[in-house]
Structure formats: C-alpha cells, structure tokens
C-alpha cells in the first residue's frame, strides 16, 4: 500500500457538530463496516453530534445488528442517542472532555501511556504519520494523539486498503491504539458526567477488542 494520504484533522474537527460520517465506498463489507465504525467514534469524540448525526443513530436497526456484545452495543447506543438531545450532549461533551481547564477525562495517548502530555509517545506516533504520509491540517491545535485522530487515522488505513493494508492497520493499531485505548473507553463508560457518553464508551471497548482480535487473526 502506498503510503500516499491527504492531510486530515488529527481530531477530525473538520467536522461540524451536525456532521455525519461519510460511508465508505468500494469495500469488502466488513472493511466497509470496520471503517464506518471508526469513522462514527472519530466523529462521537472529535465533537459533540448534533441533530443530523443523533438522526442517524436513532435508526440504528437493531434487528439487523445481529448477536454479541458489539449488537448490545449498538442496540445501547441508539437507545441513549434516542434519549438524549443534542444541547444536552453538548453540555456532557464539554464537561467530560473539555471543562475550563481540563475535562473530567483526557483523551491523549501519551497521557495514559506515561501520565504526561506532549510525551515521547506522541513524538513516535508523529514520525509514523510522517512515514504514513499523513499530516495534521494547520487550524487544528490538538496533539494528534488524541483518541478521535487517531479512530479517523484508522479509518483511512481501511478505507485507502491495497497491497499490505492489514499489515499497516495492524502496526498501527498494534502501536498507538491498542496500548490504551480500552482503558479510556472503560473510564468514559464510568465518568461522572457521562450519560450518552457511557453508551459510546460501551461500543468503543468493545470494538477495540474485537479490532484486536481481528487484526491477530488476519496478519
């Protein structure tokens, strides 16, 4: 796979609050599905929804979600997106990830890694983008370690695909997700000033697992 990319918002705040993740065309299904998913959670957490992206999610068709915990997730996810408003969530995006001087959780890779901000994790993953060909867009002040940048950085790799494209998800995944980011799905799930947050946090946890056994399976 060449490593040729277009520049992109390593926390996707590209985005506006209504907007709603693009689906990924020309796909075998399952990458079609894999990408969305981390398309949905890089915008979830890039942003609070707004009223077109909770639209969407409340027609989350839970007879077609199947069964297992990544079904309940979904299924958990409509439920909360179907009781909650978007300034509602506005106020819980806010208070969970940003605050007035910091939110109630921190959604930085180095962070979890090493307890500091700006740490050496972030330089290595900075280098990885490099290599990857792929680079933050100049109005954007987040580290690119930020939990949705790095979700949107997942997507592309699926959704770009070509020679190795596995082997790329799986190093990357394998290297800047994987370490940590079970641990800050699980903290969302018990924040205090989560509600429909929790229901994010639930599918996130079990998406990274099941991303991980994916990817050990096909590499």
């Known amino acids: 796979m060449a490593?040729?990319?277009?520049?992109?918002?390593?926390?996707?705040?590209?985005?506006?609050?209504d907007t709603v993740p693009e689906?990924?065309?020309?796909?075998?299904?399952?990458?079609?599905?894999?990408?969305?998913?981390w398309s949905l959670l890089a915008a979830l957490l890039a942003a609070p929804p707004g009223d077109e992206l909770l639209g969407?999610?409340?027609?989350?068709?839970?007879?077609?979600?199947?069964?297992?915990?990544?079904?309940?997730h979904w299924r958990l996810l409509r439920l909360a997106s179907e009781h909650s408003g978007a300034a509602q969530i506005n106020d819980e995006y806010h208070d969970c990830?940003?605050?007035?001087s910091r939110g109630e959780l921190m959604p930085y890779g180095s962070w979890y890694l090493t307890g500091?901000?700006?740490?050496?994790?972030?330089a290595q993953l900075r280098a990885?983008?490099?290599?990857?060909?792929?680079a933050r867009q100049g109005d954007v002040h987040e580290?690119?370690?930020?939990?949705?940048?790095?979700?949107?950085?997942?997507?592309?790799?699926?959704?770009?695909?070509?020679?190795?494209?596995?082997?790329?998800?799986?190093?990357f995944f394998a290297q800047h997700i994987a370490p940590w980011a079970g641990a800050f799905f699980r903290d969302v799930q018990q924040a205090r000033?989560?509600?429909?947050?929790?229901?994010?946090?639930?599918?996130?946890?079990?998406?990274?697992?099941?991303?991980?056994?994916?990817?050990?399976?096909?590499?």
Do not use: W
């Not at 990830?97 to 007035?100: E, K, N, R």
């Open 3 to 17: 490593p040729k990319r277009n520049a992109m918002s390593p926390t996707a705040q590209t985005a506006t609050a």
């Open 23 to 37: 689906t990924i065309p020309a796909l075998p299904t399952e990458d079609a599905l894999r990408a969305n998913t």
């Open 56 to 72: 969407l999610l409340r027609q989350i068709d839970p007879s077609t979600e199947g069964e297992g915990a990544m079904a309940v």
């Open 97 to 100: 990830f940003v605050g007035i």
């Open 116 to 122: 500091f901000l700006m740490d050496r994790p972030l």
């Open 128 to 134: 990885d983008l490099t290599r990857l060909g792929i």
């Open 143 to 171: 580290p690119e370690d930020h939990i949705a940048a790095l979700c949107e950085v997942m997507a592309i790799l699926i959704s770009e695909g070509g020679h190795d494209a596995l082997a790329f998800q799986s190093s």
């Open 193 to 219: 000033s989560a509600n429909f947050y929790r229901s994010v946090g639930g599918l996130g946890e079990v998406f990274m697992a099941t991303e991980q056994q994916y990817l050990a399976m096909l590499v």
